[in-house]
């Protein structure tokens, strides 16, 4: 499966290639050597206008459209070299300094800020979510810490009212642990409901 099927005017096509990203360029949350130069690719693509297509999705998906779904997969990838990533990789043993995949992201973090940042005024909220939720991660990077004081509103106002959970967690805990106020955010009303409790019945028309 080639990258160039996000691009695939078959929607079947341009799904499957989503999935080769998390299933072999990103597998459970695995960072490879590959993974560095695919997530330049992907931030590169986030302002194609064939992004904004649909793909199936799976009672459980995000909503939005497959440039939602990119950004979620930057995030994840960016997940693996935060701050706190990096202490539990620490605890166990395994310093990201000494795995040279979590090298090449932390190097191309900047770059990859600038795309996802681009998409957090997109006309579909979603995406705008997905953008936001994305910019978290990387703005553990001490190159880019001077953003957060003007990511914060967007955080508050934008995640922080997300229909996800997900996204509201996302937001108050990067606005705890920024020294922020999150007062006023809800987060998951149901600490047992690990899954899909506010997701909507997803919609894979074109």
Request: hydrophobic letters at 40%.
């Amino acid at each position: 499966m080639e990258l160039a099927a996000l691009s695939d005017p078959d929607q079947g096509v341009r799904t499957k290639a989503l999935d080769y990203l998390y299933g072999t360029l990103h597998h459970q949350n695995t960072l490879y050597s590959a993974t560095v130069p695919t997530a330049l690719y992907v931030a590169a693509l986030l302002a194609d206008p064939r992004t904004a297509w649909s793909i199936d999705k799976e009672r459980g998906s995000f909503p939005g459209p497959m440039r939602a779904e990119l950004l979620a997969w930057i995030a994840s990838v960016a997940n693996e070299v935060t701050d706190e990533a990096e202490k539990a990789s620490r605890r166990f043993g395994f310093p990201l300094d000494g795995y040279p995949p979590a090298l090449g992201i932390l190097e191309i973090r900047p770059l990859l800020f600038t795309a996802v940042l681009d998409a957090t005024d997109d006309a579909d909220l979603h995406v705008r979510e997905a953008a936001i939720a994305a910019c978290v991660p990387l703005l553990d990077d001490p190159r880019l810490l001077h953003h957060r004081q003007d990511l914060t509103p967007l955080i508050r106002e934008v995640l922080g009212t997300s229909e996800l959970w997900q996204h509201r967690e996302r937001a108050i805990d990067a606005l705890d642990a920024w020294g922020e106020d999150s007062s006023g955010l809800e987060g998951q009303r149901n600490p047992f409901a690990f899954c899909d409790t506010d997701l909507p019945l997803s919609d894979s028309s074109p």
